[in-house]
């Protein structure tokens, strides 16, 4: 749910899907459309969703090898990370470093990813258990003076996970800098997007040219002789 008493909400499906809702019915509606927004986001079952504590519009969603970040209202990510080496099963964001997120994974390890010092791999990776990792939970109330992380896994085992004081304090402007992190990778979607379907619009018009030069008729080949010239009208007289 968004925070502030927002009647719109997110969801993950089996199929991979992402979808935007709203749970209120509206008045002279018998049968609404509950869900506002929907994409394909990964191409297994999305295995959790997560809002940002510090961008109320940003969600993480994860899901097979990959975790993908959201913009409410867009239908693209604007961030899709690169493939781990192992299936993803859970994600959430700290609740204290806007730049910094968790992945767990089928091995039984954790990945911590912090954009801001690179966002081309994990910060730095930690084996929790041996099982499939499937939870995570932030204790509420975590603050920079301890944070606690409780991870369960599909053996029914809860351990509880005293984080280091650096993933835990954020870093000077780390608010401000991941905005900016945001806003560019947006821009560089937006770009991807418009050349996409600068292409698509330029396929087109090659093929329906080609379809409008298939469609003439065909020109009748001159069976004149060799030599021989057209006559005038004034010649056929």
Not at 71 to 100: Q, W
Request: proline share 8%; charged share 30%.
């Amino acid at each position: 749910l968004r925070p502030g008493g927002s009647t719109d909400f997110f969801a993950t499906s089996m199929d991979g899907e992402v979808a935007q809702c709203n749970f209120v019915k509206p008045e002279g509606e018998a049968h609404p459309e509950h869900t506002k927004l929907s994409c394909m986001a990964h191409p297994g079952p999305a295995r959790s969703i997560d809002r940002s504590p510090f961008f109320p519009d940003v969600l993480l969603s994860v899901g097979d090898w990959t975790f993908k970040l959201w913009k409410e209202g867009e239908k693209n990510p604007i961030f899709t990370s690169p493939s781990a080496d192992g299936y993803l099963t859970a994600g959430a964001f700290s609740p204290t470093r806007p730049g910094v997120l968790f992945t767990a994974k089928k091995d039984g390890t954790v990945d911590v990813w912090d954009l801001l010092e690179r966002s081309n791999e994990a910060f730095h990776t930690a084996r929790v258990n041996s099982a499939p990792l499937s939870v995570f939970k932030f204790w509420p109330g975590s603050d920079t003076r301890t944070q606690l992380l409780a991870v369960g896994d599909n053996g029914g085992v809860l351990r509880v996970i005293d984080l280091p004081r650096s993933l835990r304090k954020p870093v000077a402007r780390e608010k401000d800098l991941m905005q900016k992190f945001l806003a560019r990778e947006m821009e560089r979607v937006a770009d991807a997007s418009a050349r996409g379907e600068a292409r698509e619009a330029e396929l087109a018009r090659m093929v329906d040219a080609a379809a409008a030069a298939a469609a003439m008729p065909e020109a009748k080949p001159d069976k004149r002789k060799k030599g021989q010239k057209e006559l005038t009208p004034d010649e056929i007289k």
